[in-house]
């Protein structure tokens, strides 16, 4: 069974719209993580949450706000979409925010913005 | 702030090649470093960990050796298969109230039969 669900999989978007990507895990972490990944970058750094409080925020933009509605839970709104949004987007857990904790990502939600 | 810098681009091997992929990092504490590997299509997965100086991480015939003195974590593996292609990260752990995840920016390994 899959530890980390992401939904959906794919997603398309008209520019302007909004859409909310889904991050559930169950495997007990008490911190989450957001990363997003697009052919012009790297893995790249979105947001930390540990304990559903928010620990680091590397995002410039407003238009992309984390959701934790239950600690298991980090949804990720994103407002206002513009092509240059299209991207893989990765939700990660860990144990906690600790040196040594290993992180666990998700299979990723791919979105494109038309 | 932390940073990782690793073998950039792309490595191409052919079977049974041995690998090296070059990782140095930078960090105002002692983190925790650690090596992911992506296949495509999927999300980034734990390959190792070493956590204190000298110390070696493996899993799957790779290894890495975490050397303070020279800030590095080689990834190494004496033979690598085709099932081998993947990107390949090294990444820190957090430390000294850094709650951002250090991630290098990848190297993309690829394989020949």
């Known amino acids: 069974d899959p530890k980390i669900i992401q939904k959906p999989k794919y997603l398309v978007a008209v520019t302007g719209s909004e859409k909310i990507l889904i991050c559930e895990q169950y495997?007990?972490?008490?911190?989450m993580y957001w990363y997003r990944q697009s052919a012009k970058k790297p893995l790249e750094f979105m947001f930390s949450y540990s304990y559903q409080k928010l620990m680091d925020n590397q995002t410039a933009s407003s238009r992309f706000q984390p959701q934790s509605s239950k600690k298991n839970h980090l949804d990720l709104q994103i407002t206002a979409l513009k092509p240059d949004d299209s991207a893989t987007y990765f939700c990660?857990?860990?144990?906690?925010?600790?040196?040594?904790?290993?992180?666990?990502f998700g299979p990723g939600t791919r979105l494109l913005v038309l | 702030g932390d940073s990782v810098t690793q073998t950039e681009g792309q490595v191409a091997l052919s079977e049974e090649d041995f690998l090296t992929i070059h990782c140095n990092y930078s960090a105002s504490g002692y983190p925790a470093l650690f090596w992911y590997v992506q296949y495509p299509g999927e999300g980034p997965q734990f390959l190792f960990r070493a956590s204190r100086d000298k110390e070696k991480g493996s899993s799957r015939g790779f290894e890495a050796t975490y050397d303070k003195g020279t800030t590095s974590f080689h990834l190494r593996k004496a033979s690598v298969q085709e099932s081998d292609s993947a990107v390949y990260y090294c990444a820190l752990g957090t430390s000294g109230g850094n709650y951002k995840p250090t991630f290098g920016k990848g190297t993309s390994l690829v394989v020949h039969p």
């Open positions: 990660a857990s860990s144990q906690d925010q600790g040196n040594q904790d290993t992180q666990y």
């Open positions: 495997l007990g972490h008490n911190a």
